[in-house]
């Protein structure tokens, strides 16, 4: 998967799936289910480390997980997130960055924000780095609205994002995540935009959706958003075989003869 065939899907109405990815084992499990896009999302911060928000996560955190993400990945197209502070503070810091999360392997990087980053997306986009943008509920910016709040409701509000969408466009963005926002909206900016619109927490008519990996497979339950649909239960399936695997050793069960070498 090229940038060009996930801007091709969107003439085609073809839908892009797209997940996140932090390690090579589930890289190779998400590639043999046939899916499009790879994201090494910051939200590895709370899925992987244990933290309560992406604001502590770092370009060598990035930097390692994009390495093995993109180690592994043979068809689908890796993206990797820009970490809180790898962007805001100037463009030249930001073109750096950017450029070294694709010498770590990515295809393409992914940042937070409208009409701010403009100049960041043109600069990137010039040199040759692919960017896709992410409005809405931005999570690095959780401070700001004092929690996980879907974005846009107001019409002042989905105006801004409907003009930081056209404004990313118009700076190079190749495709846009938009998460967290009234499906009306999304579907607006989807009509609105030549380039692929990625939802989450935004509706069914965007031209693709993303999922974070743990929430999908049920491995992750500390919180839980409307826009999740766990598609399996795996830690209630983890949970059944460490409590088995714990009876089985106690009791003197594990191993059998059949485990054992002679
Ligand atoms: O970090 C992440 O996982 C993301 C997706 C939720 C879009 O940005």
Redesign the pocket.
């Known amino acids: 998967m090229t940038i060009p065939d996930l801007q091709k899907r969107k003439a085609e109405g073809r839908k892009i799936v797209m997940v ?1 990815a932090y390690d090579a084992l589930f890289t190779r499990i998400v590639e043999e289910a046939g899916l499009d896009v790879l ?1 090494v ?3 590895l911060g709370v899925v992987v480390q244990g933290k309560k928000d ?1 604001l502590s996560v770092t370009m060598e955190d990035m930097l390692y997980h994009t390495k093995l993400v993109a180690g592994a990945a043979q068809h689908s197209l890796v993206i990797a ?1 820009m970490p809180f502070l790898s962007y805001q503070v100037s463009v030249e810091e930001a073109v750096r960055n950017a450029g070294r999360l694709l010498q770590a392997g990515a295809a393409a990087v ?1 940042l937070e924000g409208g009409a701010a980053v403009v100049d960041r997306v043109e600069a990137m986009t010039r040199f040759g780095i692919p960017v896709m943008g ?1 409005l809405g509920m931005t ?1 690095q910016s959780v401070h700001k609205y004092g929690g996980y709040k879907v974005q846009g409701k107001g019409v002042e509000q989905a105006e801004q994002l409907l003009a930081d969408a056209r404004a990313l466009e118009a700076a190079g963005a190749f495709a846009l ?1 938009l ?1 967290a926002m009234p499906a009306k909206l999304a579907a607006k900016i989807t009509q609105t935009l030549s380039i692929p619109t990625i939802g ?1 927490g935004a509706g069914p008519d965007c031209d693709g959706q ?1 999922l ?1 990996l743990y929430d999908l497979l049920g491995l992750f339950d500390q919180f839980i958003p409307k826009f999740v649909k766990p598609y399996a239960h795996l830690k209630a399936d983890a949970l059944q075989a460490l409590r088995r695997y714990r009876e089985e050793v106690e009791q003197g069960k594990f191993p059998t003869d059949s485990e054992s070498y002679h």
Do not use: N, R, Y
């Open positions: 996140t994201l999302g910051d939200s992406t997130d992914k992410h999570p995540v998460e989450i993303v974070v």
